[in-house]
């Protein structure tokens, strides 16, 4: 035994044994004394026997006192328990010193009964205290002798042959004893042993468990146990949340009822003495979804090898089994469209994907190793790197255009995304580069511009970017006090070219024009295409003085209409045009907006001039513009509140046959009073007003012929209409005729419709078409200011018209422009040789409407007869003609 700890263990166990056999050996030996004391009173001195006693009961009380203090002290150490028992020790021997006196002090000199009865008396103490003090030898030993060796000697003392034998017995008898309490005490001790040893295995046993159990309870891995009829009889806390359960609530189971019995097989198979392995989906309810496990299970015997169950071990793989998906998605990924490039912190490529092949040239084992530095194409300067990294490395990030160099050295332009890769303790492991080529879309982001802000015919800037530019110029303006100049060019006779020879002639004269102006001007100075025929030249930096920038902008204005004024060739046909140019000059940061619109009414005014033209802006010209402003409003404003009215005026037969009337608009403005259609109707038309205005027109006309059908001298009057181009383009305008008439029932053939030259010609295939459809319904057609347009009159040969309305500009000058007297005679002549009629408008005198019958026009309209008039004047007027 030569572990300290157990040698200590060992004598604390005995010491334990000493002190809890210490109550009833002290009783015992007191009452014992007692008796004694008291058995020998009559034989003894009473002071030695109270003596004697007197020192028992000390000794007893000493001991008690021990015990006490032992019992609360309880010590465990090896020190401790050597103290305490050194003191027990010293108490029995205290005891069996006090007992072995009695051998000689109350040992009575005579009376053998009392002599043997205290040589029985020590004889049997001796034997109790050897079993009381048997678990430590020395304690034994030392009470033995100390208490039954005085007696021997006293009895040797005697002389007496037979307690002389008595003595020798007693010595005998503990000699004996002695031996005799050597192996008790070492049956005592190993029985000690062999308890501590228990007690250590039970703790070692419950250690193990308890490590066991917590190793099973938080293990990641779920375990349980099963029978052979598949019952499950263990599991632990782990398996149990894998199965989204409890322990209470799993053990017991039948594995035959589980929801899922996908891994049924593989325990079954356990059960028959085989290790076996499931992977796969498992799904412990139906509305749970499903978790990847892993579960190796094998056979559980029992100590004869007979097998009494299955052991199965789980493992929640779900999350491993996401990772490979991600794999798999990021590899995918990996191989896209866009080019990849993984590199090490320090730039080292470490892989790249197909696409970045296929985008650079290069193949993977020819950049693996390298920089993209490789890649470099030269364009960029140290500093667009340095900033790239500096972003990288403070925000992880990078994002840009960037020209790259393919193998084949060709220049691209890339769109580069870089993301660095940062481990969970910060560092950057890698970075990801993802790259495009973008040199497609920067083409087309130019193409996308070049729409955006050039005319596509003369690849002049268009308005937008015109205005942007003047934008810019005013700016400048405004700083260096320089004036610039707008000027507004309108091309003259455009829509002649167009309607006459088509869109590609006027094309043509565009792009020419375009480039007549271009090469016309400085490089510096902006020339564009608001749309149309309408150009726009800004002349920048002229001069500080107002004057001489004006003398300027007159002299570029004029180099400009005599640049265009040159014939030209227009795929064989000899083409003249000119132009009107107006201008506005401007220093100070004014409105881009306004000035345009400025040196659009100057254009307007040099049109109004005569054409061919420059005019600078006057503020009176706003004055007018904003009068056209005012006007649009009050126009709406009167379409609403029906301040629109009709007049009437007659339309005769020679000179006193009404045919019918031509009805005029007439606007009662508020205040303005009675305005005319001059005034308002190409305002109406811009504006689209002329749409609903002219519909009630139409509609009213329709109405008043519903009325005179009513009257026998009214019946046969016809009424005609004045319909503009918008209306008379809009895609129902056939319909709305036709709605108008028969909302009305109203014979057809009383409606006749005015058209100008300038709309017939405009579309004429949509003229052919309309007018057809509307002349098959019976509707008349008659041309309005006839000989004032470009007079083509081939086209009247196709167009069912009935009419041909000379206009009053010719009619005036009867007896006044012999050219115009020739022309109203040539109209005359030509409308009767189409077959078709022809009426006179503006005949004021009796000498007029006379030369007219004479050339053989008898229908005639004008303020000779009446002028335009409401329908009730018109009617009283009427009548008087009757009565005539
Ligand atoms: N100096 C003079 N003038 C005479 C004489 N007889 C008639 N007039 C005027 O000549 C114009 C004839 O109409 P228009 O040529 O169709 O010319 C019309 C027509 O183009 C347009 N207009 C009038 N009403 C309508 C309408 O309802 N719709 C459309 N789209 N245009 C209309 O406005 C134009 C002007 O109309 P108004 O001012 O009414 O002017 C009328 C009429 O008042 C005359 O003996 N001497």
Excluded at 476 to 482: E, K, S
């Amino acid at each position: 035994m030569s572990n300290p700890n157990k040698q200590t263990a060992i004598q604390a166990a005995q010491l334990r044994q000493l002190f809890a056999a210490s109550n009833a050996s002290l009783v015992s030996s007191t009452l014992l004394a007692a008796i004694l004391a008291y058995m020998q009173r009559d034989m003894i001195d009473s002071s030695i026997v109270l003596t004697w006693l007197t020192l028992i009961v000390l000794v007893a009380v000493s001991r008690t006192l021990l015990v006490k203090a032992y019992r609360s002290a309880a010590p465990e150490q090896e020190a401790g328990t050597r103290f305490w028992l050194k003191r027990f020790r010293i108490g029995v021997l205290a005891v069996g010193l006090v007992w072995g006196a009695a051998g000689f002090l109350m040992f009575p000199a005579n009376g053998p009964q009392h002599q043997i009865f205290l040589i029985f008396m020590l004889a049997g103490l001796s034997a109790g205290g050897v079993v009381a003090f048997s678990a430590d030898l020395q304690s034994a030993v030392l009470f033995s002798v100390t208490s039954l060796l005085p007696i021997i000697i006293r009895l040797f003392a005697t002389g007496d042959s037979l307690f002389m034998a008595m003595g020798m017995a007693g010595l005998l008898y503990l000699g004996f004893m002695i031996v005799s309490l050597r192996r008790i005490n070492r049956s005592i001790t190993e029985n000690i042993v062999l308890h501590l040893d228990a007690a250590e295995r039970e703790e070692a046993m419950r250690i193990s468990e308890q490590r066991y159990r917590l190793l099973l309870k938080h293990s990641p891995i779920g375990i349980f146990h099963y029978d052979t009829d598949l019952i499950v009889t263990y599991c632990n806390e782990p398996f149990a949340d894998i199965l989204r359960n409890t322990v209470e609530g799993i053990v017991g189971l039948d594995i035959k009822s589980f929801k899922d019995r996908s891994i049924l097989a593989a325990l079954r198979q356990a059960l028959k003495g085989e290790k076996e392995v499931y992977e796969g989906e498992y799904k412990p309810s139906p509305d749970t979804a499903g978790i990847w496990i892993d579960m190796t299970c094998a056979p559980s015997r029992d100590g004869t090898g007979k097998i009494v169950g299955g052991i199965a071990i789980i493992r929640d793989i779900s999350e491993r089994k996401q990772a490979e998906d991600m794999l798999r998605v990021s590899a995918i990924a990996f191989e896209s469209q866009a080019a990849m490039i993984v590199t090490s912190p320090d730039a080292v490529i470490l892989r790249v994907n197909r696409a970045f092949t296929a985008l650079t040239g290069y193949k993977a084992e020819e950049v693996l190793g390298q920089t993209p530095h490789m890649l470099n194409s030269g364009r960029h300067d140290r500093g667009f790197f340095a900033g790239m990294w500096t972003l990288l490395r403070e925000t992880g990030h990078w994002q840009g255009e960037i020209w790259n160099r393919r193998k084949n050295g060709l220049i691209v332009a890339e769109w580069l995304t870089i993301a660095a890769v940062v481990a969970p303790d910060g560092r950057i492991t890698h970075y990801v580069g993802t790259f495009s080529d973008i040199t497609e879309n920067k083409d087309a982001v130019a193409e996308i511009h070049r729409l955006a802000y050039y005319d596509p015919l003369t690849h002049l800037p268009n308005r937008r970017l015109l205005q942007d530019r003047l934008g810019q110029e005013l700016v400048a303006g405004a700083r260096n006090g320089l004036y610039g100049a707008i000027l507004f060019l309108d091309l003259d006779n455009f829509k002649t070219l167009n309607d006459t020879r088509g869109h590609d002639a006027g094309d043509q004269l565009l792009v020419e024009v375009a480039r007549r102006l271009r090469s016309t001007v400085r490089e510096c100075d902006i020339v564009g295409r608001l749309g149309g025929d309408e150009f726009l030249v800004l002349l920048a930096d002229l001069s500080a003085d107002a004057e001489v920038a004006a003398m300027q902008t007159k002299q570029v204005g004029e180099k400009l209409l005599e640049a265009l004024a040159y014939p030209y060739d227009l795929s064989g046909y000899e083409f003249h045009c000119s132009a009107s140019i107006g201008i506005r000059l401007y220093r100070d940061q004014e409105i881009a907006e306004e000035l345009l619109r400025h040196a659009d009414l100057a254009m307007y005014q040099a049109k109004m001039a005569g054409r061919n033209t420059v005019r600078f802006f006057d503020p009176s010209m706003q004055a007018m513009a904003t009068a056209r402003a005012d006007l649009e409003k009050d126009l709406r404003r009167a379409l609403a509140h029906n301040q629109f009215k009709l007049y009437f005026q007659p339309q005769m037969y020679r000179n006193d046959q009404v045919v019918g009337a031509e009805v005029l608009l007439r606007w009662q403005h508020p205040e303005r009073g009675l305005v005319s259609p001059l005034e308002f109707i190409s305002l109406a038309e811009k504006t689209s007003l002329i749409l609903p205005i002219g519909r009630c027109v139409l509609d009213a006309a329709c109405t008043q012929l519903k009325l005179w059908e009513r009257s026998a001298y009214s019946r046969q009057f016809r009424l005609a209409v004045n319909v503009s181009a918008r209306q008379f383009r809009t895609v129902d305008f056939v319909e709305q005729v036709q709605q108008a008439l028969n909302s009305k029932g109203i014979n057809p053939e009383l409606l006749e419709l005015e058209l100008t030259e300038s709309l017939v010609l405009e579309n004429i295939n949509d003229t052919i078409l309309k007018m057809h459809a509307l002349r098959d319904m019976g509707v008349r057609f008659s041309l309005d200011d006839f000989g004032t347009g470009y007079s083509s009159f081939s086209y009247l040969t196709q167009l069912p018209f009935d009419q041909l309305k000379i206009d009053r500009s010719f009619v005036r000058n009867i007896g006044v422009k012999t050219s115009d007297a020739v022309i109203v005679q040539t109209i005359i002549g030509m409308a009767h040789n189409l077959g078709i009629e022809v009426i006179a408008e503006g005949v004021e005198t009796e000498a007029q409407r006379l030369f007219l019958e004479q050339h053989g026009c008898h229908a005639c309209q004008g303020f000779l007869f009446s002028k335009p008039v409401p329908i009730e004047e018109f009617i009283v007027w009427h009548r008087r003609l009757r009565h005539q």
